[in-house]
Each structure stands twice: as structure tokens, then as C-alpha cells.
């Protein structure tokens, strides 16, 4: 019987139950692996073998393991232990029928100079080492799910990693590009380098759909590998399938609404160029795009231009002007009624300042042919009509011609002096006066008083006539009047006269006048004119006169006559008394004695 030899590569590595320095250790490992070299690419131990598929391998490298010799469908244990970091590998596979098994075994991403590998039968009991190195200088590439067929899409961005793995470790100033192949268009970032390390990372967003080439450089070596890039359309843009703008805008490309990113504007749906931002817009369908990495397909938008002809309006016959201080214009008629793409309505506005700022015209509107009937104005104003076209829910509006309707200012006139209450009796004068010249003096009554063209007012009868003051401005035509009430005040009658007519007794006679209530009498010298004087008065035998004239305590008027009063005075009939002497004569003179009345101071 044949005794199976059996070495285990712990055994060779294991110093935890010898007394043997791990420099020994090493130097051991040193000369069998030289002597499984020595043994040529394939090892024999005993009638079993393993091979690899090539000698030297980088790190994360598949290791494609041959076996054969070993018992049909046995389980065979595979494990291999690194050089430098002691990395451990435990895996297992079948042999077939024959005895024979190939298995891919996946070295880890880290450095080991050498792997021991033993291969154990589990029910032979046969086992086989061999030694494979892991020394290569090398660069792994890792981009999404390591696929080489990328797909564009909005707001992606691929980030591709170059590693250096390898002996020596990191190596420093790798270099990625990327190039485009196979006649493709080059679009692509510019070269990133990595810093030193373990790994260069190159960041990058490929505009256009192609294929390209990723070259990483380092460390006297180049890596390449290729990628296509495809592209994930994007969504159509979003807009209102009908637009509608006033053609009076002049609306272009511009003007156009969607939603999405980089639009593009076409006349066709397909092909074509697009159109400029300035390309005026008509009534049409126009299509857009959206462009994220690629173009989209387009949406249709069909646009409708709003156009409207305002029409042309004119004055009515009835108050064209001009108004001095105010104007009716009266029915306005339009010359042209307005025409447009959609439904017309009006509405009109005026403006104090010709046309600076407009508001909406207050009067009358009469539908539908737009005319307007504005109200009394005071001032100067301008009217226009607003006509509107209303299609797909967009109105657009447009101005007719302007109506100016003037309204003179009135002169400005100063107040009739005296001010106050003024009154004025019949037959006699008041003067009137204005400080603002050139005016004309009139009468509102010439029965009830006149006036003279310097502002004399004469009191013709009683009663409360109006005296105006008129001033009209040379250049427009406008006046205005200025107007003050006159009280023309009714005179007293003539006072009845009280004469005396009486034969003189020796007292005082005073004539007398009566008037009405509230009137007191004044006597005068004369009929008229004359002095201030008492009533008729006397004593003695004679004729006294005064004239009386009637005069209104409250108003002062007095009567237009005056009356005329007389005290007349007789002499009384002269009456002898005579006493006579009656005695014996005596030789004495003796008189009679007599009386006589009626005679002195008549």
C-alpha cells in the first residue's frame, strides 16, 4: 500500500506552536516556492495536478485553477495564502466523473507577491500545492455597474474611476482622456489627472451619443477600454397646443411659450432648421423641442394672431365746440366701424392733457356700433374709442383717432362795489363800480331802474332789479357776467296839507301837514329846492307858507312833491270904548276916557 505524503502550507507558515523565527519562516518559503518554479508551468505531486492558465497575475485578476487526477465527482478544497499580507482564500469545487475540474478563482484587490495554493480531495485524501505570482503593475477601471454601454439621460452624470493596483502600491500622475472612435463626434471634458495615491478619478459628461475611448496612463503602462454612449430621448416639452398673441405686438419666436430645457422652435415636425428668437410669428403650427444630452421629438403649438382695426370716429353736429366754461358735446358718430380676428367690443376714455393720461370716458355708450354721448364738460377734453378683439379667451385692443372738444376759460371778473345790500329810491341815482375794465353796464329791468355805461343807477319804479357787469375776451369770445340785486324803493306820497285860515286873536297860528305811518314830515322854504325850515307860523294879521315834503323813516325816501302849507291871519273889526266925565263944573278941566280893540298889533 502506497502511503500518501501530505504537506500542508500552514504548516509552513504556522509559527505559533514551533520555536522558529519568522525570518526561517520566510527563508523556507523562499526555496520551495523556487523549487515548485523549478518544476516547470505544471506541477505533479503524486499522480494529481493543478495548473494555472498563466504565471503572473494583478490583483482582482481571475486565476483559471485545471485540475485533474483526483477521485471521480469528489469535493475538492481550494486554499491559497498570500506572501505579503497573508490574504487567506477558502473555496471548494467538484471534480467531474473523470476526476478533472476547472474553477475561476477571483483574486482580492490587494497586493500579494506570491500565492500558495493546495488542492485537497475530500475522499482521497490527495492533495496538490502550487505557487502563482500576483506581481503585476496594473489599472482597473469601475464606471456604472462596470457596464461599456452608458445611456444619457437628463441631469446625468458618469464618474469614472482609474485605480492603480500592483506591486509597489499606488503609482503617482495618472493621466485619463477621453477620445472618440470610430468617427464619432469628440465631445468630452477635458483630461483629468490623478493625484498621487491609490486610485485617479476622472469626472465627466459626454454631450454626444458615441463611441469613445477612455485611455488611463501611469506608470509606463496604458490602459484602454471602450465605451458607448447612447442617448435616453427625453420627454417632449410641454405647451398650450394653441397660442394666441395680438398681432399689433409683433409678436416673434420669442414670444412663444413652452416648458423644458434648451428649446428649440421649428416650422416643420420634423427636420428643418430652427428658428431664430426674431423670426416674427404668423398664423400657423410651430413645433419645439427640448434638448437634455439629445433632442426630444416636438410639440405642436398652433398660433393665432389677434389682429384689430380700431375704426375712426367723429364729432356730432349737435355741440362740436369750442364751449366757453362748459360743453355739451353731445352723440359723438363713429366715421368707421372696428373690424378684428374675434368678437368686437368698445369702451372709450378721455384725458385733461392731451393724451398724457387716460381714464374711462364718463357717459353714455350706444352698442353696437360704438358711438358715445359724454357728458358736460368744464374743461378741455380728448376722447378716443377703445376697440377689442376677443378670440381663444386673448384680448387685443387698439385706440381710434382722437376727438379734442375745447372749452374756453370765461375772463375773470371782479365783484360789483359797493357789496352789501344796496338800495336806491325812486328818481334818484346810485353809482355802481367794477375794478375789471371793459366791461358793459345793462339792466336786468329798465322799468325798475336803468343804469348809464358808468354804472349810474337810476330808480324808475319799485322793485329788485338785477345790474349785471359784462366782460367778454376779445381772442375766444367768452364772457362773464358779474351780477348785483338793486332795491329800488318806493316813495312816500305828498303830505296832505293843515293850513290856517283865521282872524287874529293875539295868539300864535302853526300850520300843519299829515303823512303816513313810519313818515315823518321836512318843510322847506320853497317848492323845490330851497332851505330847511319850521312850519307856517304867525302872530299877527298876514300870510304864513312852508312846503311840506313826506320822508320814510326807514328808508329815507322822500316824496317826489311837496305840498304847500299857509297860516293866514285877518285883522279883527276895530271896537271904541269911551268913558265920559260926568260932575259940577268947577272950572277944572276934566277929559273922558275911552278904549279901543281890535286895532293894536294887527
Same mark, same amino acid.
Given at each position: 500500500?502506497?502511503?500518501?505524503?501530505?504537506?500542508?502550507?500552514?504548516?509552513?507558515?504556522?509559527?505559533?506552536?514551533?520555536?522558529?523565527?519568522? @525570518?526561517?519562516?520566510?527563508?523556507?518559503?523562499?526555496?520551495?516556492?523556487?523549487?515548485?518554479?523549478?518544476? +516547470?508551468?505544471?506541477?505533479?505531486?503524486?499522480?494529481?495536478?493543478?495548473?494555472?492558465?498563466?504565471?503572473?497575475?494583478?490583483?482582482?485578476?481571475?486565476?483559471?485553477?485545471? /485540475?485533474?487526477?483526483?477521485?471521480?465527482?469528489?469535493?475538492?478544497?481550494?486554499?491559497?495564502?498570500?506572501? !505579503?499580507?497573508?490574504?487567506?482564500?477558502?473555496?471548494?469545487?467538484? #471534480?467531474?466523473?473523470?476526476?478533472?475540474?476547472?474553477?475561476? =478563482?477571483?483574486?482580492?484587490?490587494?497586493?500579494?507577491?506570491?500565492?500558495?495554493?493546495?488542492?485537497?480531495?475530500?475522499?482521497?485524501?490527495?492533495?496538490?500545492?502550487?505557487?502563482?505570482?500576483?506581481?503585476?503593475?496594473?489599472?482597473?477601471?469601475?464606471?456604472?455597474?462596470?457596464?461599456?454601454?452608458?445611456?444619457? *439621460?437628463?441631469?446625468?452624470?458618469?464618474?469614472?474611476?482609474?485605480?492603480?493596483?500592483?506591486? %509597489?502600491?499606488?503609482?503617482? %500622475?495618472?493621466?485619463?482622456?477621453?477620445?472618440?472612435?470610430?468617427? +464619432?463626434?469628440?465631445?468630452?471634458?477635458?483630461?483629468?489627472?490623478?493625484?498621487? /495615491?491609490?486610485?485617479?478619478?476622472?469626472?465627466?459628461?459626454?454631450?454626444?451619443?458615441?463611441?469613445?475611448?477612455?485611455?488611463?496612463?501611469? *506608470?509606463?503602462? !496604458?490602459?484602454?477600454?471602450?465605451?458607448?454612449? @447612447?442617448?435616453?430621448?427625453?420627454?417632449?416639452?410641454?405647451?398650450?397646443?394653441?397660442?394666441?398673441?395680438?398681432?399689433?405686438?409683433?409678436? &416673434?419666436?420669442?414670444? =412663444?411659450?413652452?416648458?423644458?430645457?434648451?428649446?428649440?422652435?421649428?416650422?416643420?415636425?420634423?427636420?428643418?432648421?430652427?428658428?431664430?428668437?426674431?423670426?416674427?410669428?404668423?398664423?400657423?403650427?410651430?413645433?419645439?423641442?427640448?434638448?437634455?444630452?439629445?433632442?426630444?421629438?416636438?410639440?405642436?403649438?398652433?398660433?393665432?394672431?389677434?389682429?384689430?382695426?380700431?375704426?375712426?370716429?367723429?364729432?356730432?353736429?349737435?355741440?362740436?365746440?369750442?364751449?366757453?366754461?362748459?360743453?355739451?358735446?353731445?352723440?359723438?358718430?363713429?366715421?368707421?366701424?372696428?373690424?378684428?380676428?374675434?368678437?368686437?367690443?368698445?369702451?372709450?376714455?378721455?384725458?385733461?392733457?392731451?393724451?398724457?393720461?387716460?381714464? &374711462?370716458?364718463?357717459?353714455?355708450?350706444?352698442?353696437?356700433?360704438?358711438?358715445?354721448?359724454?357728458?358736460?364738460?368744464?374743461?378741455?377734453?380728448?376722447?378716443?374709442?377703445?376697440?377689442?378683439?376677443?378670440?381663444?379667451?386673448?384680448?387685443?385692443?387698439?385706440?381710434?383717432?382722437?376727438?379734442?372738444?375745447?372749452?374756453? +376759460?370765461?375772463? @375773470?371778473?371782479?365783484?360789483?362795489?359797493?357789496?352789501?345790500?344796496?338800495?336806491?329810491?325812486?328818481?334818484?341815482?346810485?353809482?355802481?363800480?367794477? =375794478? &375789471?375794465? %371793459?366791461?358793459?353796464?345793462?339792466?336786468?329791468?329798465?322799468?325798475?331802474?336803468?343804469?348809464?355805461?358808468?354804472?349810474?343807477?337810476?330808480?324808475?319804479?319799485?322793485?329788485?332789479?338785477?345790474?349785471?357787469?359784462?366782460? @367778454?375776451?376779445?381772442?375766444?369770445?367768452?364772457?362773464?357776467?358779474?351780477?348785483?340785486?338793486?332795491?329800488?324803493?318806493? =316813495?312816500?306820497?305828498?303830505?296832505?296839507?293843515?293850513?290856517?285860515?283865521?282872524?287874529?286873536? *293875539?295868539?300864535?297860528?302853526?300850520?300843519?301837514?299829515?303823512?303816513?305811518?313810519?313818515?315823518?314830515?321836512?318843510?322847506?322854504?320853497?317848492?323845490? /329846492?330851497?332851505?330847511?325850515?319850521?312850519?307856517?307860523?304867525?302872530?299877527?294879521?298876514? !300870510?304864513?307858507?312852508?312846503?311840506?315834503?313826506?320822508?320814510?323813516?326807514?328808508?329815507?325816501?322822500?316824496?317826489?312833491?311837496?305840498?304847500?302849507?299857509?297860516?293866514?291871519?285877518?285883522? #279883527?273889526?276895530?271896537?271904541?270904548?269911551?268913558?265920559?266925565?260926568?260932575?259940577?263944573?268947577?272950572?277944572? #278941566?276934566? %277929559?273922558?276916557?275911552?278904549?279901543?280893540?281890535?286895532?293894536?298889533?294887527?
Amino acid at each position: 500500500m502506497i502511503k500518501k505524503i501530505t504537506l500542508s502550507c500552514s504548516d509552513l507558515f504556522s509559527t505559533s506552536e514551533k520555536n522558529i523565527s519568522p @525570518t526561517w519562516v520566510s527563508s523556507l518559503f523562499k526555496l520551495i516556492v523556487t523549487f515548485f518554479i523549478t518544476l +516547470s508551468f505544471s506541477a505533479v505531486v503524486w499522480g494529481q495536478t493543478v495548473t494555472t492558465n498563466k504565471e503572473v497575475y494583478e490583483p482582482g485578476e481571475i486565476v483559471i485553477l485545471t /485540475g485533474s487526477g483526483f477521485f471521480p465527482n469528489e469535493v475538492i478544497n481550494l486554499k491559497a495564502i498570500g506572501s !505579503t499580507n497573508q490574504t487567506e482564500i477558502l473555496k471548494s469545487t467538484q #471534480a467531474d466523473s473523470d476526476g478533472n475540474f476547472i474553477y475561476d =478563482l477571483l483574486l482580492p484587490n490587494i497586493y500579494e507577491e506570491f500565492y500558495a495554493l493546495n488542492a485537497l480531495g475530500l475522499e482521497s485524501d490527495l492533495s496538490v500545492d502550487i505557487v502563482f505570482k500576483d506581481d503585476i503593475n496594473s489599472w482597473a477601471r469601475v464606471n456604472p455597474n462596470n457596464a461599456s454601454t452608458l445611456s444619457l *439621460g437628463p441631469g446625468v452624470t458618469f464618474n469614472f474611476i482609474i485605480e492603480a493596483k500592483g506591486k %509597489g502600491g499606488p503609482v503617482a %500622475g495618472v493621466v485619463a482622456t477621453w477620445s472618440a472612435d470610430k468617427g +464619432s463626434p469628440a465631445s468630452y471634458t477635458s483630461p483629468s489627472t490623478g493625484a498621487d /495615491g491609490l486610485a485617479s478619478y476622472l469626472h465627466t459628461t459626454p454631450t454626444t451619443p458615441g463611441s469613445y475611448t477612455i485611455d488611463a496612463v501611469g *506608470g509606463g503602462q !496604458t490602459i484602454s477600454f471602450d465605451v458607448n454612449i @447612447t442617448c435616453v430621448v427625453p420627454a417632449a416639452p410641454s405647451a398650450n397646443s394653441v397660442q394666441t398673441f395680438c398681432a399689433s405686438f409683433n409678436p &416673434t419666436v420669442a414670444n =412663444l411659450i413652452a416648458v423644458g430645457s434648451n428649446l428649440q422652435w421649428y416650422s416643420t415636425e420634423t427636420g428643418g432648421s430652427p428658428l431664430v428668437s426674431t423670426t416674427p410669428l404668423t398664423s400657423a403650427t410651430y413645433y419645439v423641442s427640448q434638448t437634455v444630452e439629445c433632442e426630444s421629438t416636438r410639440t405642436a403649438v398652433a398660433v393665432t394672431l389677434n389682429s384689430i382695426n380700431p375704426g375712426t370716429i367723429s364729432k356730432g353736429i349737435t355741440q362740436p365746440g369750442p364751449g366757453c366754461g362748459s360743453l355739451n358735446p353731445g352723440q359723438t358718430v363713429n366715421s368707421t366701424v372696428a373690424s378684428g380676428s374675434g368678437a368686437i367690443s368698445y369702451f372709450w376714455e378721455q384725458s385733461i392733457n392731451n393724451g398724457v393720461t387716460w381714464v &374711462t370716458a364718463i357717459g353714455e355708450l350706444s352698442p353696437p356700433a360704438g358711438s358715445f354721448n359724454p357728458v358736460n364738460i368744464t374743461q378741455t377734453t380728448w376722447y378716443r374709442r377703445v376697440a377689442t378683439s376677443t378670440i381663444n379667451g386673448v384680448s387685443c385692443s387698439d385706440y381710434s383717432n382722437v376727438l379734442e372738444f375745447v372749452v374756453n +376759460s370765461l375772463p @375773470t371778473v371782479n365783484s360789483i362795489t359797493p357789496g352789501g345790500t344796496t338800495n336806491v329810491c325812486v328818481g334818484s341815482t346810485l353809482q355802481l363800480s367794477n =375794478l &375789471t375794465p %371793459g366791461g358793459i353796464w345793462s339792466s336786468g329791468n329798465a322799468s325798475l331802474a336803468t343804469v348809464s355805461s358808468s354804472g349810474l343807477v337810476t330808480g324808475v319804479a319799485a322793485g329788485s332789479p338785477v345790474i349785471s357787469y359784462t366782460v @367778454t375776451d376779445v381772442v375766444t369770445g367768452c364772457s362773464r357776467t358779474v351780477n348785483k340785486t338793486v332795491n329800488v324803493l318806493a =316813495l312816500p306820497n305828498a303830505p296832505l296839507a293843515v293850513n290856517i285860515n283865521t282872524t287874529y286873536d *293875539g295868539t300864535v297860528k302853526t300850520g300843519a301837514a299829515t303823512v303816513g305811518t313810519g313818515e315823518v314830515v321836512d318843510w322847506y322854504t320853497t317848492q323845490t /329846492g330851497g332851505t330847511i325850515t319850521t312850519a307856517p307860523s304867525g302872530t299877527n294879521a298876514g !300870510t304864513y307858507t312852508a312846503w311840506a315834503e313826506a320822508r320814510n323813516t326807514t328808508t329815507s325816501c322822500k316824496s317826489a312833491t311837496r305840498t304847500q302849507v299857509t297860516v293866514t291871519i285877518h285883522k #279883527a273889526d276895530a271896537v271904541v270904548t269911551v268913558t265920559g266925565y260926568t260932575g259940577v263944573y268947577d272950572a277944572t #278941566a276934566h %277929559g273922558a276916557t275911552g278904549s279901543a280893540t281890535g286895532v293894536s298889533n294887527e
